[in-house]
């Protein structure tokens, strides 16, 4: 430690770790455009890397060779998933990330508070505290967050699983949790009842997102990353760490402003996306009159003629352009349309895809210029004056059922207005509902034809008839 | 190292007004890469597992639970900043006429 003393100088690690945090609301910062995002990565990681290099200076780190295998562990999986993950695939690959994190929280509690017991005295409050709620909460994350993974890898169900009882079974172990924190806080040391705080958070993390179905998952992985903040937080009081406790807050309250997002995008309040196992019931509901309306069916011949000729077109792309991978198809299908002078934008609902922005990623993959991806109050005015609105794989987001129809389970939910446009044109494998089960107004519109089959052969097509239309 | 209770928490209500601040300037067209960067940032855990696993007299608990807790750190890290530089690469915006492909946009 007499080498370089200077370096390990708290004050200077202290400093570093400032620099750090500095960089990474610069980072932040530089997301608010595409064109310097880039950079605000690149400032954000420098960030890290200084407040790695600054801890690893620290004093009371002194053995480096276990610190050594798990940093190298770590770096070969995550520079390997990072390069080998699918555009489609980045919702597990954003939840997976988060429950990693927060198990490494929960870990780090563990440790500490293992570390501290034996020591005399007891131990002070203003450590005790946010060493439980960080290990709750990074508990509730980790396990939380495996199960998203889970359902969004289809690993199990997408759907939400209830059991009779399961609200109760929720409420009996947030109280038994909280009662657990109040009496180790209340300076009971047991590591046996620390353990049981950790298992109990694990289960509950795992009940808390079982009754979340597929389409409700932006708001629970925004949620989810809230968590692994908030607890990355609490480990910085532990670790009485600035760096730690800056970085926690910031992603907290990304996630947290991210929830609220999805959920005003959704109309739906957080509560009632995890307790009211959205889509379960009615996917399976009766069939109405509406089944046996009749729909304008039409061939990508007839589609193409109207394409082809009109001045202006919108696409509207949902979750099902992903499942298909028709992102690039489209963007052929685009390319065409402007050669002959079309004007073509995409119309980005808030919640399309399975997690926030999702469909923006997939599209800029494809060579989507960002300029053309339109947010939905930004474009909603543009509907009127659109020759064609061509609706892939996206349902429930535009059915106007929820403008108009006050029994229906989706009103007052912000939509596009792809009614409204001069010609609709859904592209869809069947005229099964959508995910949340609600019959989807727009198919029976006076202005709407549909193109039944897979959306990337159905675009495929299309293309092919643009070209010789 | 007994850290000063209040300064901790000034530090993290300011830090947390800031994020909002920040963060509500993100246009939605970027969420995805927000939310990979924030996972890359909360691999500052990585920092709590360092500590844990250097310390002199750690013993075998706090050493397994501490080299899995930098080993998820470090995913975090590695894994969050590399994938939002590859989504990152993707958004460009659209080519002026004459302009070759991969310039810069004006701004």
Known sequence: ?469 | MSGDLITEITVFVLAVFVGFEVISKVPTMLHTPLMSGTNAIHGIVLLGGLIVVGAEGADTLSKIAGTVAVAFGTINIVGGFLVTDRMLEMFKGRKKPGEKPGEKDAP
């Open chain 1, 1 to 469: 430690m007499i080498v370089g003393s200077f370096l390990r100088d708290i004050d200077f690690i202290n400093s570093a770790y400032l620099v750090a945090s500095v960089l990474f609301i610069l980072g932040i910062r530089g997301l608010s455009h595409p064109r310097t995002a880039r950079q605000g990565n690149i400032l954000a990681s420098i960030g890290m890397l200084i407040a790695v290099v600054a801890t690893l200076l620290h004093p009371d780190v002194e053995n480096y060779g276990l610190i050594a295998v798990g940093i190298a562990i770590g770096a070969v999986i995550g520079a390997v998933s990072a390069r080998a993950v699918k555009m489609t695939a980045m919702p597990q690959m954003v939840a997976l990330f988060n429950g990693v994190g927060g198990g490494a929280v929960a870990l780090v509690a563990l440790s500490e508070y293992h570390e501290l017991i034996p020591e005399p005295g007891e131990i002070p409050l203003e450590t005790l505290l946010p060493t439980l709620l960080a290990c709750v909460i990074g508990a509730v994350s980790f396990s939380g967050s495996l199960i998203a993974f889970a359902k969004l890898q289809e690993l199990m169900t997408g759907r939400p699983i209830v059991f009779p009882g399961n609200q109760f079974v929720n409420g009996a172990l947030v109280l038994g949790i909280v009662g657990l924190i109040f009496y180790l806080a209340t300076g009971e040391e047991s590591e046996g009842l620390f353990v049981l705080m950790l298992c109990a958070a694990l289960v509950f993390g795992v009940l808390l997102i079982i009754p979340v179905g597929g389409a409700d998952m932006p708001v629970v992985i925004s949620m989810l990353n809230a968590f692994t903040g908030l607890s990355a937080a609490g480990a910085g009081f532990v670790l009485d760490n600035n760096s730690l406790i800056i970085a926690g807050s910031l992603v907290g309250s990304s996630g947290t402003l991210l929830t609220i997002l999805m959920g005003r995008a959704m109309n739906r309040s957080l509560s009632n996306v995890l307790f009211s196992a959205f889509g379960s019931a009615v996917a399976a509901g009766p069939a109405g009159e509406a089944e046996t309306r009749p729909v304008k069916d039409v061939t990508p011949a007839d589609v193409a003629t109207m394409l082809a000729y009109a001045d202006k077109v919108i696409v509207v792309p949902g979750y099902g352009l992903a499942v298909a991978q028709a992102q690039h198809s489209v963007r052929e299908l685009a390319d065409e349309l402007e050669k002959r002078g079309v004007e073509v934008n995409y119309a980005i609902h808030p919640v399309a895809g399975r997690m926030p922005g999702h469909m923006n990623v997939l599209l800029a993959e494809a060579d989507v210029p960002y300029d053309a991806l339109k947010e939905m109050d930004e474009i909603n005015p543009d509907f009127p004056q659109t020759d064609v609105a061509l609706v892939i794989g996206a349902n429930d987001v535009t059915n106007p059922a929820a403008r108009s129809n006050e029994s229906s389970p989706i009103y007052g939910m912000p939509i596009l207005d792809v009614d409204k446009a001069h010609q609709v044109v859904v592209l869809k494998r069947s005229m099964n509902p959508g995910f949340a089960g609600i019959e989807n107004e727009l198919y029976y519109g006076e202005n709407t034809v549909m193109l039944f089959g897979d959306a990337k052969d159905s675009v495929t097509k299309l293309v092919g008839e643009v070209k010789t239309a």
